[in-house]
């Protein structure tokens, strides 16, 4: 559906249940928070399901918006997913039942809701939930707050080889509300905590390049994490990290898991592309950010992703 469509669907329906992906970031979490607070602006009845891993970083966005335990939705919203893959817990027994919209900017979106807003060439889902809550009338100061930590946190404060000028755009659009954007600049994108400084400092001292320095792989190990006295919002957008060392074009962060396997995000700089590679592994994302979950210990998800890159650049 176009985002007019999306708007005119939104106005139809009501009881609203808004999902976000497991492990959720900026993005998809600024989107629901966004959303929920438009459609309470048009008198609807809406909230987000809780139970999804955020971090104190943005708790603060989603006070006042979880939806009871007891709380019965009719109609049920997913914003930043692209796969299935992605669901929490609870999000995946929605997925069973049917998800009747997914918002989306991801290339790899695999359409398993019964209607989709796709826009692929947008830097983050918030873009598309502004244009949408632009044509609902509900972009005011409290929706454009989230907003714009959706659309600055995916595109690294507009630094990010994603960021459009649709996507300045859409952020002078936000600030035209009144919106004060220099303490959530600061909070997001000039403050680390000692941990956080911690966990780049091994990372330095543990990483491996490749090709000259062109490739560079780090991970994150739970061990790791517990000699930094990190917790998961101290490593929020840790994948970048490493795309700051001149020279490297391609990164990848591996993230071990409590659960068992590794999370594994690439980012590119010098064309490579990172859904190919990532898609190796089954998973998926953008050209230049993309990510994967493989089982095994991360040697072994660095042995896999190494070897996908590999195959990627032998393809062409």
Not at 44 to 57: D, M
Not at 163 to 176: I, P, Q
Not at 262 to 278: D, E, F, I, Q, Y
Request: with cysteine; aromatic share 6%.
């Amino acid at each position: 559906m176009t985002v007019r469509e999306t708007a005119e669907w939104l106005k139809c329906h009501d009881r609203y249940l808004i999902l976000t992906h497991k492990r959720p970031d900026g993005d998809t979490i600024g989107c629901a928070a966004g959303l929920c607070k438009g459609l309470r602006g048009l008198g609807k009845t809406a909230h987000i399901c809780p139970g999804v891993g955020e971090t104190s970083l943005f708790t603060p966005y989603l006070e006042g918006l979880l939806a009871p335990e007891d709380y019965e939705p009719e109609t049920v919203v997913s914003v930043d997913i692209a796969a299935r893959s992605l669901f929490t817990e609870k999000g995946k027994a929605w997925l069973e039942r049917g998800i009747d919209l997914a918002i989306d900017h991801h290339p790899s979106q695999e359409f398993f809701a019964r209607k989709t807003c796709l826009d692929a060439g947008r830097a983050a889902c918030g873009e598309i939930l502004y244009e949408i809550l632009k044509e609902l009338g509900q972009i005011n100061m409290e929706t454009a707050l989230p907003l714009y930590v959706a659309v600055s946190t995916d595109c690294g404060c507009f630094q990010y080889g994603n960021t459009t000028a649709d996507t300045h755009r859409v952020a002078a659009a936000l600030m035209d509300t009144g919106l004060d954007v220099f303490p959530l600049n600061k909070l997001h994108f000039r403050t680390k905590t000692w941990p956080r400084l911690q966990v780049e400092r091994y990372i330095v001292e543990g990483m491996h390049r490749y090709q000259g320095g062109k490739i560079a792989v780090a991970t994150v190990s739970l061990a790791l994490m517990e000699k930094a006295g990190a917790e998961e919002r101290d490593v929020e957008d840790i994948a970048a990290f490493l795309g700051q060392i001149e020279g490297v074009e391609t990164s990848v962060t591996i993230r071990e898991l409590e659960e068992g396997g590794s999370k594994l995000s690439v980012r590119t700089s010098g064309g490579l592309n990172a859904t190919r590679v990532c898609a190796l592994l089954g998973g998926g994302g953008h050209a230049a950010a993309a990510g994967c979950t493989v089982p095994g210990t991360p040697e072994e998800a660095e042995a896999a992703i190494l070897e996908a890159i590999r195959q990627v650049e032998a393809d062409g």
